[in-house]
């Protein structure tokens, strides 16, 4: 069976992400009406402490194993490729079980003195059955990106979801009336059976897989020390910034509470930002997200095979996507804010965040790619270090500054660190890759053309909104003008050429 190509590949993942997104966002709709802001602040709040034992179980390994796979492969070392996946499933699993023991003997610890809420030990003792799950499943998703069987991720990534939304949604009613501690740790339920129909089907999905291990003679190599090679720096990186990331997440409500505000209030616009605002921003980044997922062993494949040139092509157009990408979303959002988080949320406040944070978007999706692009080219331990920069001074920012300014510290933090963290990857990119970026059609024309279709689809949104009772009607409409009319400008300025569309059918076909 052939690989299926990176174009290919990347829509057919992005169609499951994108349907995940859609249920996901409905989902989460669902729980911020049944827990309210201060319910999914303290959601969020278990999430920090959950992600950074995430961390722990995961350790890095599947990036290793569609690396490592990629590599053998494509120099015709089967029996190496099926070594990395044997043993990662070995390292995986004492990971994970480690990580398990860790959550679950001390959650009571976590919740009360890290979490600094005694409300969230419940959900964090029933996430720690996840862990293995997890650690176990990533390994085998690592197999499948690596040979090029995009598919089968991406039915287990919309099932595994279903799984989740019916468990909650059916004992939801049981637990709610308890508190939102009880809340929580119904999600909590939900997310851990999650991870196990995902490990369940993940191994289905291998067992009557056509292998592409080859019969080899070769004596395999000890593949472990190839697989800390890469997996250690990318733990390292992730470890520190799950801890960071907690650490800042447990720090904002704190510090608002010294600068004067409620608990409740605190915890309840930690909840907005964390569990609403951010979510809408991220949830365009779909075809995004699965391109980072391919772009690792398709990029390693090729360098492995020492093929520069095609490097260089591949991250330059996915850098170019990137970058009109995060344009488009800005020009969405700086023009209907209001409108999307009363549709999403009946809450205008949730509005003024968007519309506010949108700016930082593009800055956010080229992070997400570039750092896929740099660990794709063995450059993890500049990852770690442009995070390390990061996340000091975002945490520096919110202790100091957050008791004296509120919540606008935090979004000045937001701001700066992302702004500063692209440049940095960026920079190192260019430093170790051929490519050449392009300011100009990368930038200033995505800008000029997202400016210009934002002003004329809101003022075409005011016409519709006068003469059509439906307001999610006139919203969707404007924004497909909006789509329509910055692809044009694209077209126009030549940002984008007529003969990309001809190279994406190269892509398609081979």
């Given at each position: ?15 499951a ?16 009406n ?6 999914i602040g ?8 959950y ?8 350790s ?17 070392n ?8 044997h043993?990662s499933?070995?390292?995986?699993m ?32 029933y996430l720690a059955?996840?862990l ?10 690592g ?12 039915i287990i990534q919309v ?5 989740r ?36 089907l ?13 019969f080899?003679?070769a004596?395999p ?10 997996a ?15 650490v800042?997440?447990?720090?904002i ?15 309840s ?11 809408i921003l ?6 995004l997200t ?33 970058a ?13 804010p209001?409108?999307?988080?009363i549709?999403?949320?009946n809450?205008?406040?949730v509005g ?22 740099l ?12 995070n390390i920069i ?24 937001l ?6 963290n ?52 006139s919203?969707?409409?404007?924004i ?6 910055y ?24």
């Amino acid at each position: 069976m052939r690989k299926e190509s990176i174009i290919l590949g990347t829509l057919i993942l992005t169609v499951a992400t994108t349907i995940v997104r859609v249920v996901g966002m409905l989902f989460r709709i669902y729980l911020a009406n049944v827990l309210g802001a201060e319910g999914i602040g303290l959601y969020q709040l278990i999430l920090s402490i959950y992600m950074l034992m995430v961390t722990l179980a995961t350790s890095g390994i599947r990036v290793a194993v569609s690396r490592l796979i990629s590599e053998e492969l494509a120099v015709r070392n089967y029996s190496n490729a099926k070594r990395v996946l044997h043993q990662s499933v070995v390292l995986s699993m004492f990971t994970g079980f480690a990580s398990a023991f860790i959550l679950y003997y001390f959650s009571d610890y976590m919740g009360s003195n890290i979490l600094n809420d005694e409300r969230t030990t419940l959900a964090l003792l029933y996430l720690a059955p996840s862990l293995p799950f997890i650690a176990v499943s990533n390994c085998y998703k690592g197999y499948f990106y690596a040979v090029g069987k995009i598919t089968k991720p991406a039915i287990i990534q919309v099932t595994e979801q279903l799984v989740r939304i019916f468990v909650i949604f059916a004992i939801m009613d049981a637990f709610l009336p308890k508190g939102i501690e009880y809340g929580c740790a119904a999600v909590a339920i939900g997310m851990t059976a999650e991870e196990l129909f995902s490990l369940v089907l993940t191994w289905f999905f291998y067992i009557f897989e056509k292998k592409p291990f080859k019969f080899s003679n070769a004596k395999p190599d000890n593949m472990i020390f190839k697989i800390f090679g890469i997996a250690l720096p990318l733990s390292a990186t992730s470890y520190l910034n799950a801890i960071l990331r907690t650490v800042e997440n447990t720090m904002i409500p704190s510090r608002l509470l010294i600068y004067g505000l409620s608990a409740e209030t605190a915890m309840s616009l930690y909840g907005m930002i964390k569990g609403m605002v951010l979510p809408i921003l991220f949830f365009p980044s779909s075809f995004l997200t699965s391109l980072s997922s391919i772009l690792i062993p398709s990029v390693a494949g090729d360098n492995a095979s020492a093929n520069e040139k095609r490097v260089s092509n591949t991250l330059s157009k996915v850098l170019h996507f990137t970058a009109i990408s995060g344009v488009l979303v800005v020009a969405v959002f700086v023009a209907f804010p209001n409108e999307i988080a009363i549709a999403v949320y009946n809450d205008s406040q949730v509005g003024l965040m968007i519309k506010i944070i949108s700016y930082v978007c593009p800055f956010m999706y080229l992070n997400m790619v570039i750092s896929s692009m740099l660990n794709a080219l063995g450059e993890q331990m500049s990852s770690f270090k442009v995070n390390i920069i990061e996340s000091v001074l975002k945490i520096s920012i919110i202790y100091f500054f957050i008791p004296v300014y509120g919540f606008n510290a935090y979004l000045f933090a937001l701001f700066l660190t992302t702004i500063l963290n692209t440049i940095l990857y960026l920079t190192r990119l260019l430093q170790v890759s051929c490519i050449v970026f392009d300011i100009s059609n990368w930038i200033f024309k995505p800008i000029a053309a997202g400016a210009a279709a934002g002003f004329l689809s809101k003022f075409l949104y005011s016409i519709f909104i006068f003469n059509s009772s439906s307001n999610i009607f006139s919203l969707i409409s404007s924004i497909i003008i909006l789509m329509l009319l910055y692809l044009m400008g694209l077209i126009l300025t030549k940002s984008v050429q007529f003969s990309s569309v001809s190279e994406i059918k190269r892509y398609i076909k081979r």
